[in-house]
């Protein structure tokens, strides 16, 4: 019974460790774009700044929790805007991002912090009201792990499924414990007042990601596409009871990287200060007879008050995997008013996510 128990540690640690090469990923994109895309920096003409936490498997050994916070905003105008009402826009976006995952049972941690720079540009002369954003965005991460946490053969007595102090295993010795790399990513954002399609490319100079001293494990380009469309329902008639401002919003999140990958979409509904919808989590690209193409149904709300939005998500997992207990996100997100005379609206809305009148 205990060699059972030692043989299943193993096989779990093995396949967690094969996990480390993927990004984290949160339901909660359309509330906090940034995590998808650095182009959605300086997005809004205000500064913005906010929280986000992501647990999974919240009551088991399997624990994983993500934290992610970010602050952005617009500082200036490298370029004079052609549209008059919008020649308060500015156009350079500056921001910084931090990122940290920590796995409890391998007591793996990682940590990025990440610097933005974004440029938003007119594209007036091609369709009214449309622009694009590039984003451009580096920084360094670090990746530490409890080797000593490690179950090796030798370790295990096989007669009698007793368990040795330490293991001679030359593996460990050019193990490394922590180690940091840079990272440099790309994206960009075309929108106007009612759609969005944005597309990002990460780790676009493949670090070395090995604990192995001498191994290289490249750290797979990540692709994103995210695309979205916003109705308005106060010009249907047949919606008279909805309050005032209330829209529909119909978006997508695509994720590539190596062999994952995984399509999230769905609708959202804006109730003046509430945000209720609900996402299909999904595995287009199935590997195998045993995959399955709906992995989670995600509800995810929202509130506003005054500058301040509270974010929930609850996934539901539809797979075959036991005792998950779900995965909880939690958000928060300011954005920070200022005077602005000869500005329409300071507080610009922008089809996706956060809005503020």
Known sequence: MKLKLVLYILLTSLSIMEMKAQDPIFT????????????????????????????????GARRLDTDYAFINGSIGNLLEDSRPYDSNL?????????????????????????????????????????RIILGLEGGYGTKNFNSKGLLLEDQIDINNGSIGSGSTDPTLLGLRDKFGFFDISSGFLLYNNDFWVGSSLKHLNTPNIAFDSEGKVPLDMSFTLQSGYSFDLDRNPSFWFLPDNSKLVLTSNFMKQGQYNRLDFGSIVHLNTFI?????????????????FLTSVNLIGSIKIYNFT??????????????????????????????????????VRRPWGRNYD
């Open 28 to 59: 909660q994109y359309y509330f906090v774009p940034e995590t998808q895309n650095g182009a959605f920096t300086g997005a809004i003409n205000t500064l913005n700044t906010g929280i986000l936490h992501r647990t999974q498997w919240p009551n």
């Open 90 to 130: 500015q156009n350079i976006g500056l921001g910084m991002t931090i990122l940290n995952q920590h796995e409890v049972f391998t007591d793996y941690n990682y940590t990025q912090i990440n610097g933005l720079f974004s440029l938003n540009l007119d594209l007036d002369n091609f369709s009214s009201g449309l």
């Open 276 to 292: 209720l919808g609900a996402i299909a989590a999904t595995n287009p690209m199935m590997k195998s007879s045993n995959s399955h």
């Open 310 to 347: 509270f974010g929930y998500s609850y996934d539901i997992s539809t797979s075959n995997i036991e005792n998950t207990q779900g995965v909880h996100e939690f958000s928060l997100t300011w954005q920070i008013g200022r005077e602005c005379h000869s500005c329409n609206n300071y507080l």
